[in-house]
């Protein structure tokens, strides 16, 4: 059984990971299973358990901590949040890719444990028309000029840490671009080789 | 200056190589220049060079080894045969990316000298059939049957030192999926990031 791929889309806050996963959810030509995190806060109407959250007593959720089981969380008002790494492997055993949208902290926390994941950065349109916007004319105010470089050289420090860099210049073209990068992850020789391994030593035996 | 994509096609021999890349470079939506070898044989007719090959003297070709600009040669029927590097460098520098089909020991020389370049292993359908046509039915004689899977075992010792693995089971599917994967190395960090690097130096002056 091929092993599916854990994507995981993250970037600076207000870039539209948000818009861009609902798009991607949308195209028809894609089977992924959004990953499912973990929650203590009570469920509000119509939210399903296994669909929306796991919905888990305070108890439960600390004892997922202990074991090891959380790629990350946090807590917020009182509540846990965090994403189960069970759910996570499981599905990604039974051959289907997993998605997973997170703030950059989340994400690198997530990378640590599961670092064979694509790492996919969605990039402000700014970046890219930073330079053209502020070098090519010179006759904005420096303050402005300075806080911009100062956010997108922070910006720049975060990408580092991922595989890949999505600038979120039209939805459609982010989407295309997380498509393709799934398609590619699939043709990675240390995805492939431990199915071919495993191939030889079935026949060998 | 965005840098060019080194891409290295390799993989055993009749897997099909010469013809996928033929098919490619029939493509009209690529621009990739063709890695041109240096060789101290003579022109034959019509052959031009700095086009088809590189000709030069074996004075010339010995300076080059010398002065470490060969990313790997050999000898054959006394004339040598080689991949410059100052070629594909000064072509990767000028934003175009660079095709280079070798056979499997070349390209293990060629990507440690360059490991910044795709290596994608092209196999042979057979390795995926492989599974299906021996396992399935226990049919066949058990000399051929061994004979096949140690050809595909040492296919796959092979295939574990490239970054991709592409089955030419239709040379026009091999062909989308080398166009997919260098469409999408052009968004991994490693290449973007000096980018937007030099960008933001660029700014702080």
Redo the contacts between chains.
């Keep these: 059984m091929k092993r599916g791929v854990l994507i995981v889309l993250s970037g600076p806050s207000g870039v539209g990971k948000g818009t861009v996963r609902k798009a991607l959810f949308e195209e028809t030509d894609i089977d992924f299973q959004y990953s499912i995190s973990m929650t203590t806060r009570n469920p509000r109407e119509g939210e399903m358990n296994g669909e929306d959250y796991f919905f888990v007593t305070r108890e439960e959720f600390e004892k997922n901590i202990a074991e090891g089981n959380m790629l990350e969380y946090a807590e917020y008002v009182g509540n846990y949040y965090g994403t189960p790494k069970t759910f996570i492997d499981d599905t990604l055993a039974s051959g289907r890719d997993v998605f997973l949208e997170i703030e950059v902290q989340g994400a690198l926390q997530v990378k640590e444990k599961m670092p064979e994941g694509a790492y996919i950065?969605l990039t402000p349109p700014d970046?890219d028309a930073?330079?053209e916007r502020?070098?090519g004319r010179g006759t904005e105010d420096m303050d402005v000029?300075d806080k911009r470089?100062n956010t997108?050289?922070s910006e720049?420090r975060m990408?580092?840490n991922?595989?890949?860099?999505?600038v979120n210049d039209e939805v459609e073209n982010a989407v295309q671009?997380i498509k393709?990068?799934v398609?590619?992850e699939r043709?990675?020789?240390n995805r492939?080789?431990p199915e071919?391994?495993a191939?030889?030593e079935?026949?060998?035996k």
Tied chains: 1, 2.
Excluded: H, N, Q, T
């Design positions: 950065f970046l930073l330079k502020l070098v000029i470089v997108a050289a720049i990408m580092a991922y595989d890949y860099a999505v671009r393709d990068i398609k590619v043709l990675r020789v492939v080789l071919y391994i191939m030889i079935e026949i060998d």
